[in-house]
């Protein structure tokens, strides 16, 4: 981690750097209407402008898909920039100079991390060095001809060989006390407590160097030449490699063509390589994991296209559907879900040797669109001739679908559930009032745990030393989600986004905000984000956007939080404080009353209860009550 960024240098910087001169270039057909400029968004495909910049108040905003924020939340979305990284380009463009606050902590950790990247460089060299030359290499170079793999496209991934013994790369860089250590924290050294020894990681692999976006290496991944288990073996979640995060071969596929138009998500790392070979250089893979939120969310902000590969076996299918979960949540109109499914057999980068490149593009058009694959998924065991044979259909589908962002995708798959089943938009609605009473958390709506395997075998893939998993800022909450209707008539708004997008306009209410107890209780996403975000705007009443992103990116759990917040800035927009505060006014009891209805719910299911909980279950019921009686002032 650099220097911190003076908070005075962040403010001035963006007084300086105007919009319009920022969007210029990288928003098509860019002009002045009014007051405002518009253009086409650069989020999402569309024809017609509906991406809005005021250079008054210096933010944009797209009404299609919702994107919004300032300049260097501009350049954080479209450059996928951190946002150290984006101010350092809006300086460039101010011509700037960007101060550091240097503190002896910093330097450390800065040169901490420095180590760890020029040490995984080392190793990823040492591996392709010993892929060239070590006496045992014919098996591995066996090995990657019998999967058709070129030379070339090896050299283009880096691609190595980890020979067999236990310590060839710890000998290399030198086997002391401070390179054991390094060699530890970069996850390529294992240390043995019981015989208190220390041994390489990868030994006797095939060796896939994982990159970062700008290139550097941050982990490996091996594939077993022998017997032993797991045939694949991952680098351990270190410093430099967060794996919930990362898609191999990402880096390859930009670097090859900076305006991807699409990305093809498939199992492995080969057949990231395979199909590169074949002029598909659009290939990722998720890392030994089922695809995340987290991963989708990444993807969406870099092609409108994504493209799930499975295999066409029942293995296939279930990781299709849970591909499909994971997906709802997060796709926006203007993107696109496509799921392609393999003959028995096949995997990618055989099939596309086989047939080659145009037939196996021609596979990825036909692959079926999400809507497609959502209602043959759903209907296809399910007798909708029968009246319970369509209930039970849209028991199934509604909740799935309520859990998609509001749009014209999910009002027409709404649409499309009424046609199939009968049922007016009303009793659709009554429908999934009734499962939300009834079920505390659908399963479709419950987020897949981003490090667990689900298509992958669990017998052919392991990493070591994997911490537990816990919910990650801008994670989806595995809650149901509940929204409220928004006062600008943009269909639904979380009421925690809504009440985070309020503080954003105007810090200055936070004093407002007294946040029941039980909070985190709620099922509702960005729930720790808002807790976070009014102690910060308490403890801070002069705090702007720029000096919160400035604070927050030296905190490794807030620094997580500000894409979440560059994205729901103008969730919500208001511009009048008295119109927000009492927006605010309203927002906070209702929060209060979400945790009483979980609290009421949870007594009314308990067969037996105590005479505390009886109690408690009474104060409940009158508060309810009075809550919902008329006000006669009214």
């Given at each position: 981690m650099a220097g911190r960024i003076p908070q005075h240098f962040i403010d001035d910087l963006l007084a300086r750097v105007n919009i319009i001169d920022v969007l210029d270039g990288r928003v098509q057909k860019l002009k002045r209407t009014g007051k405002n400029f518009s253009g086409l968004c650069p989020f999402h495909k569309e024809k017609t402008p509906s991406f809005t910049a005021n250079q008054e108040k210096q933010f944009y905003y797209c009404f299609g898909c919702g994107a919004g924020g300032n300049a260097l939340g501009f350049m954080m979305e479209y450059d996928h920039l951190d946002f150290p990284q984006a101010v350092e380009e809006?300086?460039?463009?101010?011509?700037?100079?960007?101060?550091?606050e240097e503190s002896q902590q910093n330097r450390q950790q800065q040169q901490q991390l420095k180590s760890l990247y020029d040490l995984l460089e080392q190793a990823s060299q040492f591996y392709t060095q010993q892929l060239r030359s070590h006496p045992s290499r014919e098996q591995a170079v066996k090995y990657l001809k019998s999967r058709g793999l070129s030379g070339q496209a090896a050299k283009a991934f880096d691609i190595g060989f980890a020979p067999p013994g236990w310590d060839n790369f710890l000998e290399k860089v030198g086997n002391d006390e401070k390179n054991r250590q390094l060699l530890e924290q970069a996850g390529l050294l294992i240390h043995n407590e019981e015989r208190n020894s220390d041994y390489d990681r990868f030994r006797n692999r095939i060796m896939f160097p994982i990159r970062d976006q700008r290139g550097r290496v941050i982990a490996f991944g091996g594939r077993v030449l022998g017997d032993d288990k797991p045939k694949y073996l991952n680098s351990p979640e270190t410093d430099t490699f967060h794996k919930g995060r990362e898609l191999y071969g990402l880096y390859e596929a930009r670097k090859h063509n900076q305006k991807l138009e699409r990305l093809l998500i498939v199992e492995g790392y080969m057949d990231v390589v395979g199909l590169a070979q074949y002029g598909i250089h659009y290939a990722v893979a998720t890392l030994g994991t089922a695809t995340s939120a987290q991963h989708l969310e990444r993807v969406f902000k870099m092609v409108p296209e994504v493209i799930f590969c499975f295999d066409g076996d029942q293995a296939g299918r279930t990781a299709a559907k849970r591909a499909l979960s994971t997906t709802l949540p997060v796709i926006k109109d203007g993107q696109e879900a496509r799921f392609l499914f393999l003959p028995d057999g096949e995997d990618p980068d055989s099939l596309v040797r086989q047939e080659g490149t145009e037939q196996f593009s021609k596979r990825l058009d036909e692959g079926l669109p999400l809507a497609e694959f959502f209602f043959k998924s759903h209907s296809e065991e399910m007798d909708m001739n029968s009246m319970d044979g369509r209930a039970r259909f849209s028991s199934a589908a509604l909740p799935m679908i309520q859990t998609m962002k509001p749009g014209i995708l999910k009002q027409m798959m709404l649409d499309r559930v009424?046609?199939?089943?009968?049922?007016s938009q009303d009793q659709l609605e009554s429908v999934v009032n009734l499962h939300s009473a009834t079920q505390s958390a659908p399963p479709s709506q419950q987020a897949p745990d981003p490090f667990v395997p689900d298509y992958?075998?669990?017998?052919?893939?392991?990493?070591?030393?994997?911490?537990?998993?816990?919910?990650?800022?801008?994670?989806?909450?595995?809650?149901?989600?509940?929204?409220?209707?928004?006062?600008s008539g943009r269909g639904t708004v979380q009421l925690s986004e809504r009440i985070i997008s309020l503080l954003l306009h105007f810090p200055t209410l936070a004093r407002l905000c007294e946040l029941p107890v039980k909070l985190d209780q709620l099922p509702e996403n960005n729930?720790?984000?808002l807790c976070a975000l009014i102690d910060y705007l308490k403890s801070h009443p002069r705090a702007t956007l720029g000096t919160l992103y400035v604070d927050w990116q030296e905190d490794p759990l807030l620094s997580g939080y500000l894409m979440t917040l560059n994205g729901i800035t103008y969730a919500d927009p208001v511009n009048d404080i008295q119109k927000a505060e009492q927006i605010l006014r309203d927002a906070l009891p209702k929060l209060e009353s979400r945790i009483d209805d979980l609290r009421l719910n949870e007594l009314s299911k308990k067969i037996s209860r105590s005479e505390e909980e009886k109690n408690e279950l009474n104060q409940?019921?009158?508060?309810?009550?009075?809550?919902?009686a008329p006000n006669p002032a009214k």
């Amino acid at each position: 981690m650099a220097g911190r960024i003076p908070q005075h240098f962040i403010d001035d910087l963006l007084a300086r750097v105007n919009i319009i001169d920022v969007l210029d270039g990288r928003v098509q057909k860019l002009k002045r209407t009014g007051k405002n400029f518009s253009g086409l968004c650069p989020f999402h495909k569309e024809k017609t402008p509906s991406f809005t910049a005021n250079q008054e108040k210096q933010f944009y905003y797209c009404f299609g898909c919702g994107a919004g924020g300032n300049a260097l939340g501009f350049m954080m979305e479209y450059d996928h920039l951190d946002f150290p990284q984006a101010v350092e380009e809006l300086a460039k463009m101010a011509g700037m100079e960007v101060p550091r606050e240097e503190s002896q902590q910093n330097r450390q950790q800065q040169q901490q991390l420095k180590s760890l990247y020029d040490l995984l460089e080392q190793a990823s060299q040492f591996y392709t060095q010993q892929l060239r030359s070590h006496p045992s290499r014919e098996q591995a170079v066996k090995y990657l001809k019998s999967r058709g793999l070129s030379g070339q496209a090896a050299k283009a991934f880096d691609i190595g060989f980890a020979p067999p013994g236990w310590d060839n790369f710890l000998e290399k860089v030198g086997n002391d006390e401070k390179n054991r250590q390094l060699l530890e924290q970069a996850g390529l050294l294992i240390h043995n407590e019981e015989r208190n020894s220390d041994y390489d990681r990868f030994r006797n692999r095939i060796m896939f160097p994982i990159r970062d976006q700008r290139g550097r290496v941050i982990a490996f991944g091996g594939r077993v030449l022998g017997d032993d288990k797991p045939k694949y073996l991952n680098s351990p979640e270190t410093d430099t490699f967060h794996k919930g995060r990362e898609l191999y071969g990402l880096y390859e596929a930009r670097k090859h063509n900076q305006k991807l138009e699409r990305l093809l998500i498939v199992e492995g790392y080969m057949d990231v390589v395979g199909l590169a070979q074949y002029g598909i250089h659009y290939a990722v893979a998720t890392l030994g994991t089922a695809t995340s939120a987290q991963h989708l969310e990444r993807v969406f902000k870099m092609v409108p296209e994504v493209i799930f590969c499975f295999d066409g076996d029942q293995a296939g299918r279930t990781a299709a559907k849970r591909a499909l979960s994971t997906t709802l949540p997060v796709i926006k109109d203007g993107q696109e879900a496509r799921f392609l499914f393999l003959p028995d057999g096949e995997d990618p980068d055989s099939l596309v040797r086989q047939e080659g490149t145009e037939q196996f593009s021609k596979r990825l058009d036909e692959g079926l669109p999400l809507a497609e694959f959502f209602f043959k998924s759903h209907s296809e065991e399910m007798d909708m001739n029968s009246m319970d044979g369509r209930a039970r259909f849209s028991s199934a589908a509604l909740p799935m679908i309520q859990t998609m962002k509001p749009g014209i995708l999910k009002q027409m798959m709404l649409d499309r559930v009424s046609e199939l089943t009968g049922l007016s938009q009303d009793q659709l609605e009554s429908v999934v009032n009734l499962h939300s009473a009834t079920q505390s958390a659908p399963p479709s709506q419950q987020a897949p745990d981003p490090f667990v395997p689900d298509y992958y075998d669990e017998g052919d893939y392991s990493d070591p030393g994997l911490p537990p998993t816990y919910p990650q800022p801008g994670q989806q909450n595995s809650k149901s989600r509940r929204s409220e209707t928004s006062r600008s008539g943009r269909g639904t708004v979380q009421l925690s986004e809504r009440i985070i997008s309020l503080l954003l306009h105007f810090p200055t209410l936070a004093r407002l905000c007294e946040l029941p107890v039980k909070l985190d209780q709620l099922p509702e996403n960005n729930i720790p984000l808002l807790c976070a975000l009014i102690d910060y705007l308490k403890s801070h009443p002069r705090a702007t956007l720029g000096t919160l992103y400035v604070d927050w990116q030296e905190d490794p759990l807030l620094s997580g939080y500000l894409m979440t917040l560059n994205g729901i800035t103008y969730a919500d927009p208001v511009n009048d404080i008295q119109k927000a505060e009492q927006i605010l006014r309203d927002a906070l009891p209702k929060l209060e009353s979400r945790i009483d209805d979980l609290r009421l719910n949870e007594l009314s299911k308990k067969i037996s209860r105590s005479e505390e909980e009886k109690n408690e279950l009474n104060q409940l019921l009158l508060k309810q009550h009075l809550n919902q009686a008329p006000n006669p002032a009214k």
